[in-house]
Nanobody
Framework: QVQLVESGGGLVQPGGSLRLSCAAS????????MGWYRQAPGKQRELVAT???????NYADSVKGRFTISRDNAKITVYLQMNSLKPEDTAVYYC?????????WGQGTQVTVSS
């Protein structure tokens, strides 16, 4: 069974940066599409970014140019570098691992952007 553990969330001022990490267990990581999603209070969970096993990244329009997703298959970890943060980026951020036969979620990490 795959486990995903997020870390790196916190409180940051507008314009600041944070780096989220998601450590995975299990050998299927290298074959999986990894993603970051977020859910703000009162809103549905939404896609932030995904990255394929060979490193191709896809971003929501709202974060393009500000966020960067990356992965280290040797460390079985996926990252989300978040720059130029805005108050509207405030949400719980979730890590996701997806293969044709598997879909796993982390417990989430809170990101709050506020002055």
């Amino acid at each position: 069974q795959v486990q995903l553990v997020e870390s790196g969330g916190g409180l940051v001022q507008p314009g600041g940066s944070l780096r989220l990490s998601c450590a995975a267990s299990g050998s299927i990581f290298r074959f999986a599409v990894m993603g970051w999603y977020r859910q703000a209070p009162g809103k549905q969970r939404e896609l932030v970014a995904t990255i394929t096993p060979n490193g191709r990244a896809n971003y929501a329009d709202s974060v393009k140019g500000r966020f960067t997703i990356s992965r280290d298959n040797a460390k079985i970890t996926v990252y989300l570098q978040m720059n130029s943060l805005k108050p509207e980026d405030t949400a719980v951020y979730y890590c996701n691992l997806k293969t044709p036969g598997y879909d796993a979620w982390g417990q989430g990490t809170q990101v709050t952007v506020s002055s």
